[in-house]
């Protein structure tokens, strides 16, 4: 079930969770990912826009793709404002007219005075899209349940040295380049490999070798569930909610940076939304130096903007550097692959298709 929350300015701070209530004019409806994401997205965009503009937030939760996008701009009922896409996402949906068009020239200057083309990192600014963050997925385990533990993406892999249950996010997209590099493709070359229908009969058959150990997990906060009940000895997961269980609860899970898969999260504004301008205002807002900054001391995703860098400090409320942790730290980059956005916005649908026939077979 999704997750709403009505965050106005008259409860800024108390927490308080209201069920279905209708918007008023000054309201938009932001759309986001949900669990710690979208609680350091509350602390470091929601609450200090609400409380400079007076207007308000109802936050939804969804599970990623543009499915939900497309159905209400094709039926011409636009509920949502604003929305937390995956670039590979923003891409089809600009190509396929889902999306509002945004002059990134309208975006405020970096804390450094610099025009925004310039401040935010090469790749981020898209025609239909503004990034805030870079993520990863990497894969974890609990470090008290299991001495010497796994280093590389190959020990992801192999059920012989390392028994248990898998988890693993249900979708092709980025269990395939996972699959290949645990087989031995370099990570330069995990596209050019997949890019062929060999690669791709390859990655299926890798996939295949652990298929009957895997949970398969669609909801950002499920993989830190996982570890924590023991359901699974190791799971991929995004970096940040990993980062979260340990820094916030205590828990002795271990990230392994060896074959991360990095990517782009960026704020896309449904063609039609009724609140556009204000949901504009709220882009530019949370998408500036320091609410970039702000946001990255309370999960370890990296800013999009280089001027939010020397602002990134430590951890909220506790003695934990933030640098470190982001999968754009040098020593987290040594066997690493950015997600080639092109590659899945031509071919998402067909290879999903695919996965999911895959799954369904014994």
């Not at 610099?114 to 997925?137: Q, R, Y």
Request: glycine letters at 8%.
């Amino acid at each position: 079930m999704k997750l709403t929350k009505i965050l106005a300015s008259s409860i800024l701070g108390a927490g308080l969770l209201i069920g279905a209530t209708s918007a008023n004019a000054g309201d938009i409806t932001v759309v986001s990912w949900g669990g710690a994401y979208t609680k350091s997205q509350v602390e470091a965009y929601h609450k200090p826009w609400i409380a400079k503009t007076g207007n308000g937030i109802k936050s939804e939760d969804y599970s990623g793709g543009i499915a939900e996008i497309k159905a209400q701009v094709e039926a011409g009922n636009v509920t949502w404002d604003i929305v937390d896409v995956e670039l590979s996402d923003a891409i089809r949906a600009c190509d396929d007219g889902l999306l509002e068009v945004i002059d990134a020239s309208t975006l405020p200057a970096g804390a450094d005075g610099k025009p925004a083309s310039e401040d935010f990192m090469k790749g981020t600014l898209h025609e239909c899209a503004v990034a805030n963050i870079v993520w990863s997925t990497i894969f974890a385990y609990d470090k008290s349940k299991i001495a010497n533990g796994p280093t590389t993406i190959a020990d992801f892999f192999d059920l012989k040295k390392y028994p248990g249950k898998r988890g693993m996010r249900k979708g092709a997209k980025p269990n395939l380049e996972f699959a290949l590099m645990a087989d031995g493709v370099a990570a330069k070359d995990v596209y050019d490999v997949l890019s062929t229908p060999e690669g791709v009969d390859r990655a299926f058959a890798k996939l295949s070798t652990i298929k009957s150990s895997v949970v398969w997990w669609e909801a950002g906060a499920q993989p830190p569930q996982l570890l924590a009940d023991g359901e699974v000895a190791m799971t991929t997961a995004y970096n940040g909610r990993i980062f979260n269980a340990v820094a916030k609860e205590d828990k002795p899970f271990e990230i392994v940076w060896d074959g991360q898969i990095w990517d782009l999260d960026l704020w896309v504004i449904p063609k039609g939304a009724k609140n556009k301008d204000l949901a504009m205002d709220f882009l530019k807002f949370s998408t500036a130096t320091e609410q970039l900054a702000k946001q990255a001391s309370y999960i370890s995703y990296g800013p999009a903007r280089m001027s939010s860098a020397p602002l990134v400090g430590k951890y909220d409320g506790k003695d934990i550097d933030m640098g470190p942790q982001m999968p754009t730290a040098p020593n987290n980059l040594t066997n690493a692959v950015q997600n080639n956005f092109d590659f899945w916005a031509d071919n998402a649908d067909q290879l999903n298709e695919r996965f999911n026939a895959w799954l369904a077979s014994n």
